[in-house]
């Protein structure tokens, strides 16, 4: 990656005397950034331009090229690659548009790309991007003319969409938040996301990554990327479509959309995911602070109207506004001129116009070991208070390095001094209460530190079996049937409800005795994977006489479904006392193995109380999976309800979990439902689908 | 209102020589803006300032004097206010801190001025405010310095909070947005919200109206003036919660309602409720454009990502993004330069640099009745394109007005270039694609149009057993039990399960055997008013023996309450196929009486899933609070449930609407479980509370 970033030497291809030419928009950039490598033109038609040569071909070129920018019409790139591998240079940003993202001639277009790299092994950003900036070189390649006003930082970019990376751009300018390293990557041909990710993780000069993506190409390879670093890394994925739902076979999948997963991966490996400019800025505002290591906030207002905006932030956000001890009161009490104020917290600071006395009730607020933040909202006019105002933002920037605590601040004054506070202070400041308190409450959740890839579980003895059931549907092309499913469930080790697969009524008769009365019946078929729809199922059959009906009604409506193979009916006993959830699994293309847990019965798809999670994960995910249900308290014993038997469903989920990852040919896993018995009692799968490829 | 707003002369009292007296601020501002009208000084020292004499009180004034600006200390406010009664001065603006809000000698300074003012019939607004701003005449009396940089516009803002004030007109002054009328309102001891509201509502100024409150004085006449006018009110009503309460006491001396009950309340009136600010400047923004008649958007964007992101907000936002026709691609797909872009609706304009065809496209695309709105996402080099950009900005501005459709522009650029469009574009553009299609899902889902209030609905025959039911328990000053709370809900017209109450074993036998098996036992006694808690309640009892056991255990239930009063047994049919919810209402102090509907069961007060509304409503509200249940397909008929009796349903709602509005002796009532039944079936209530006063 290095060559894309730190060039000793680049090659503008595509340049020409027309001044409507991009390529000459590039050459500016690099003038306007003041790269500190050396550059050379080239453009078919040669000639001048800056003052430089226009070299007819790379070729031309006296000396060696470290990167060639590429900006010439598409059906011309590949040729000028193959020119760029003649000439030994190894690395290329393709800016051109016209491939892929248009269609089929395009798509043509870049494999005849990808033959000339592998040929050269070369590597290239691109193509349909509008390239690389590095503030610390100069090196700044976008054909869109820019003006150098970004300043110097430690923010690094990686946008799939260039117009999206000059957005960012501007938003970091207009806060004067500094930038340190730009790439906008386009079509990912060859360099995608995760190169740059890796490289910008290592990079000294980056200290936040911040990403655009429509797509992610390896979720595995950015999850552990992202679990390898304490670098906060935040991510807005766009193109957030329903396509994955609607070609979904089972409840899990249908229940767990690509971007749902999406969603789960990232808050698993603390990439933080954001979906507007607002919440950037918060985050790119707030990062810099020291870690909020408490729920514990104290603020204070110079306004009261404020204070009350703010403690209803606080409580949205889930924010403690510990009260001040009373010698801390007393003490800050002697200051208020007029005691026309009540002293809380929020404290209201209204009749108090001394700036060293908010100084120094900053400092003593931080002192105290019950407050793990401040909150400092500041109203001022700038005609009387600009000095003032101005040194005590300086300060509140201080003593939060000093004492190891986030001091937000949060300015209400007019726009030229809002401007002016902009270009001045180090940190910029939030300009509301709620968007203050709502930063403060993403610091307090954002992961700081690095953590292990969890390991896949090794496979066991049980594994044999499944693998069994499994080659035989799949040599056979027939789907995973009921019994079948079940089985395979009860050998990953959650219990099931007791059953006999039958083949006549006799049979039937015998196994609902055995069993015990009440029983269910359910259709087995080929055809049946929905057995409700084709009333492939009778439940709560108390007597012989509703069983003998209840086989009659099964064996018409399997006769109706004329499908080949094994038709025969399940006898169940019915589960009682169990609260309903559903367990279930799915292979995500991007992501790998997904596993899902959710509330189950009549209010599984209207409340869509799910969690769900990417494989590998331990028994402490497992355990936050049931935790951050709607329905957690069902489980636990409210309302009448018995307390659950948690331990056996970690237990379960985890054993999914395993089963999936160890036979990615299940594609889709529905246990519906899973029954959750009174503590001790274990959980109870009732039903199960297994979908395989 | 108008000598508030329009006063020919002013006394500001409480000015001094002394250069931090707030009072000068008040009069610099008055200079500031051009106040004019005839401006006095008053201060008990005398002498002079800018220029003018300092009065030693009102009394000196040798002309009549319309409004009186007060800013002495509180104790001295009374006497102020008796001397401007004796001069003749109706009207006053206390701007003085340090009454209710402070405790209990502030609550006593305030009865001393509402004692003068009665005697003088006088009106005022504060104490404890920064008072009133009109830009029409340049009265402009807050006590901080401000400077005339907001510009004149026809928004009008009324703030509980002068802080909060005074951010909105930093707020507006930053975007460029106009200010017509102002008023810090304090603790709004005499002037309160609503007599502002009602002015500003009839004041050709004024289009938009802005508010924040910290508490509602009076809810039913808040609620009358909004449906009253079309003009749109935005209202941020903080003070939320218990947390806010608190502060909210020690500041301006509000007490907070009932948080759910002011948004349904805002919500059926039409007033737009706000949190933050970006909210309050996505409505500002386009509230000015053509109203939004439909749910068809087109998006024209110069950048591949916007367009993404602007598809994923459609998405959230439940925009429908409706295909381009044919012949309309064909025609401008004759402008793409080098085809390298798939035309769809997000439009990607990317590769198509012609400002020309730009406006033709727009002027195009409003003309397609199947297009209720556009977005144009235009994303710019100032540098080349900045005289282009600013030219096509202001034509949107025209074809929304030309067609009589939203144009949303959104637009990213440079920080320079987006303050020059902010001063020189008559309406302010978007800066991110996500806000902007928020701000038109705020647009769709405005309220535009005055409604009638709808009318209480009259008593009938029924009243006169409730009457009696309700005037024997408040004379006998005991509670209403059971089977009386179910009397009176059936008198109501709502259905009830079938019942008997009796007093001992034999008759409780008996009451079973005509009922039906199987039946529930319920405790009816003042102390069991919830009969879970003390086991006052059997279920499911299908035959004597179970009887037997359950009348005993309820026996010695009844005796370990040791209760005054009835004790007896209510002998309950079980009621089934019905789909519980939980229909009830309550007295809020503020808005008074509001019934609310949810899914009731286990799930009732973890998921919360209810809906409200302030009474009186008509049908139309009830449908809409059924529909706006997260639990309604189960009403309709999914996942097997068989379709609910509606019609019942709604009547229920109404008929616990009329009640609690004849009778507002009802404070609470619950009735829950209330079970819907399939269509045509009617609702039964099962169980009842009813809590007077």
């Known amino acids: 990656m290095e060559k894309f970033f730190n060039p000793r030497s680049i090659a503008v291809v595509g340049v020409s005397e027309d001044p409507r030419n991009?390529?000459?928009?590039?050459?500016?950039?690099?003038?306007?950034?003041?790269?500190?490598?050396?550059?050379?033109?080239?453009?078919?038609?040669?000639?001048?331009?800056?003052?430089?040569?226009?070299?007819?071909?790379?070729?031309?070129?006296?000396?060696?090229?470290?990167?060639?920018?590429?900006?010439?019409?598409?059906?011309?790139?590949?040729?000028?690659?193959?020119?760029?591998?003649?000439?030994?240079?190894?690395?290329?940003?393709?800016?051109?548009?016209?491939?892929?993202?248009?269609?089929?001639e395009g798509r043509q277009l870049e494999s005849q790309i990808?033959?000339?790299?592998?040929?050269?092994?070369?590597?290239?950003?691109?193509?349909?991007?509008?390239?690389?900036?590095?503030?610390?070189?100069?090196?700044?390649?976008?054909?869109?003319?820019?003006?150098?006003?970004?300043?110097r930082g430690k923010i690094s970019i990686i946008s799939q969409s260039g117009g999206v990376g000059l957005d960012y751009l501007n938003v970091l300018a207009s806060e004067n938040l500094g930038l340190s390293k730009f790439a906008s990557i386009g079509n990912k041909l060859n360099v995608d996301e995760c190169d740059l990710l890796e490289y910008l993780i290592q990079d000294d000069d980056t200290e936040i990554i911040c990403m655009?993506?429509?797509?992610i190409v390896n979720g595995e390879r950015l999850m552990r990327l992202a679990r390898s670093t304490s670098k906060p890394i935040l991510l807005h994925k766009s193109n957030i479509g329903h396509l994955a739902q609607q070609i979904a076979q089972s409840h899990t999948a249908s229940l767990s959309g690509d971007d749902e997963v999406v969603s789960a991966a990232l808050k698993q490996v603390g990439i933080a995911r954001f979906q507007d400019e607002h919440t950037l800025l918060n985050y790119l505002k707030i990062l810099p602070l020291p870690p909020m290591r408490g729920n514990r906030l104290a603020v204070l207002s110079r306004s009261g109207g404020h204070a009350v905006i703010a403690a209803d932030a606080c409580e949205k956000t889930g924010f403690l506004l510990t009260p001040f001890p009373e010698p801390f009161l007393r003490e800050i009490e002697k200051h208020f001129r007029a005691s026309v104020i009540r002293l809380t917290n929020p404290l209201d600071l209204g009749d108090l116009f001394d700036y060293e006395v908010y100084s120094r009730i900053v400092d003593e607020t931080l002192k105290l070991p019950e407050v793990?933040?401040?909150?400092?909202?500041?109203?001022?006019?700038?005609?009387?208070?600009?000095?003032?105002?101005?040194?005590?933002?300086?300060?509140?920037?201080?003593?939060?390095?000093?004492?190891?605590?986030?001091?937000?601040?949060?300015?209400?004054?007019?726009?030229?001094?809002?401007?002016?506070?902009?270009?001045?202070?180090?940190?910029?400041?939030?300009?509301?209460?709620?968007?203050?308190?709502?930063a403060l409450a993403l610091l307090r959740d954002f992961k700081h530190d690095a953590q292990p890839t969890p390991k896949t579980p090794p496979g066991n003895s049980a594994d044999k079996e499944i693998r069994a059931i499994l080659a035989n549907s799949s040599k056979s092309k027939s789907p995973v049937l009921l019994d079948q499913a079940l089985q395979i469930i009860k050998s990953c080790g959650i219990g099931i409800a007791r059953h006999q697969t039958v083949y006549s009524l006799p049979e039937t008769l015998k196994a609902a005795e055995e069993i015990g009365w009440p029983v269910a019946l359910k259709l087995?078929?080929?055809?049946?994977?929905?057995?409700?729809?084709?009333?492939?199922?009778?439940?709560?059959?108390?007597?012989?006489?509703?069983?003998?009906?209840?086989?009659?009604?099964?064996?018409?409506?399997?006769?109706n479904i004329k499908s080949s193979g094994r038709c025969c009916v399940l006898v169940q006993s019915m589960q009682k006392n169990g609260l309903e959830l559903i367990l279930g699994a799915k292979q995500d293309p991007t992501f790998g193995p997904v596993v899902l847990i959710g509330l189950g019965g009549i209010f599984v798809e209207l409340l869509k109380d799910v969690s769900m999670r990417v494989?590998?994960?331990?028994?402490?995910?497992?355990?936050?999976?049931?935790?951050?249900?709607?329905?957690?308290?069902?489980?636990?014993?409210?309302?009448?309800?018995?307390?659950?038997?948690?331990?056996?469903?970690?237990?379960?989920?985890?054993?999914?979990?395993?089963?999936?990852?160890?036979?990615?040919?299940?594609?889709?896993?529905?246990?519906?439902?899973?029954?959750?018995?009174?503590?001790?009692?274990?959980?109870?799968?009732?039903?199960?689908?297994?979908?395989t490829e």
Chains 1, 2 share one sequence.
């Open 372 to 438: 793990d933040g401040v909150v400092f909202l500041h109203t001022y006019i700038s005609a009387t208070e600009r000095e003032n105002s101005r040194a005590l933002l300086e300060k509140l920037e201080e003593f939060s390095v000093l004492h190891g605590k986030p001091v937000a601040a949060c300015v209400s004054t007019d726009g030229e001094e809002m401007s002016i506070l902009r270009k001045t202070l180090p940190n910029p400041v939030f300009t509301a209460p709620e968007e203050t308190i709502t």
């Open 615 to 691: 494989t590998p994960f331990g028994a402490d995910e497992a355990q936050k999976m049931v935790k951050e249900l709607k329905a957690f308290p069902l489980l636990t014993g409210v309302r009448g309800q018995p307390h659950r038997d948690l331990d056996a469903l970690h237990q379960a989920i985890l054993s999914v979990a395993r089963l999936v990852e160890n036979f990615p040919a299940i594609r889709e896993l529905d246990i519906n439902p899973l029954m959750v018995l009174p503590e001790g009692q274990g959980v109870v799968a009732v039903d199960a689908r297994i979908i």
């Open 212 to 215: 655009y993506l429509e797509s």
């Open 22 to 104: 991009l390529g000459r928009n590039i050459t500016k950039n690099l003038h306007e950034f003041s790269f500190d490598g050396i550059l050379y033109l080239v453009g078919p038609r040669g000639g001048t331009a800056f003052g430089r040569r226009i070299h007819k071909s790379v070729a031309d070129i006296p000396d060696q090229v470290d990167l060639a920018v590429i900006m010439v019409p598409a059906r011309h790139v590949a040729s000028v690659l193959e020119e760029c591998g003649q000439k030994g240079i190894q690395r290329a940003v393709i800016e051109t548009a016209g491939f892929s993202e248009y269609g089929k």
């Open 524 to 559: 087995i078929s080929q055809g049946a994977s929905h057995k409700s729809d084709v009333g492939g199922i009778k439940i709560n059959i108390n007597s012989p006489e509703q069983l003998h009906q209840a086989y009659h009604e099964l064996d018409q409506a399997g006769k």
């Open 114 to 151: 990808l033959e000339v790299v592998k040929k050269y092994d070369m590597r290239f950003i691109g193509p349909n991007c509008i390239g690389v900036i590095n503030m610390k070189n100069g090196m700044a390649v976008p054909f869109p003319a820019l003006k150098d006003v970004i300043p």
